[in-house]
């Protein structure tokens, strides 16, 4: 059933960009995409970033909790 719904036919896809643009309308279809694809540069971006907090927090994990130490030997 489910590999039924992952194919979408051409009729199916027509109907799809026919609902949008009666939904949002041909001006604001173009800023809606401008603004996802501004959505995913970002997200992509936060994720190749290491911000300096999470260096900190990662290299200094077991050192700056003594309990942790103890845990661990």
């Known amino acids: ?13 027509i109907i ?3 609902l949008a643009l ?3 309308g041909g001006k604001k279809i173009p800023e809606l ?3 996802l694809g501004r959505g995913v540069k970002e997200f ?3 994720q190749k970033e290491e911000t300096p907090e999470t260096k900190s927090t990662s ?3 077991n050192t ?3 309990q942790m130490i103890v845990l661990y030997l």
């Open 33 to 35: 995409m401008r603004g």
């Open 44 to 46: 992509k971006e936060g």
């Open 64 to 66: 700056s909790n003594p």
């Open 1 to 13: 059933m489910l590999s039924s719904l992952l194919f979408i036919g051409t009729n199916e896809i």
């Open 59 to 61: 290299s200094n994990e």
């Open 22 to 24: 009666l939904l949002f």
């Open 16 to 18: 799809i960009v026919v």
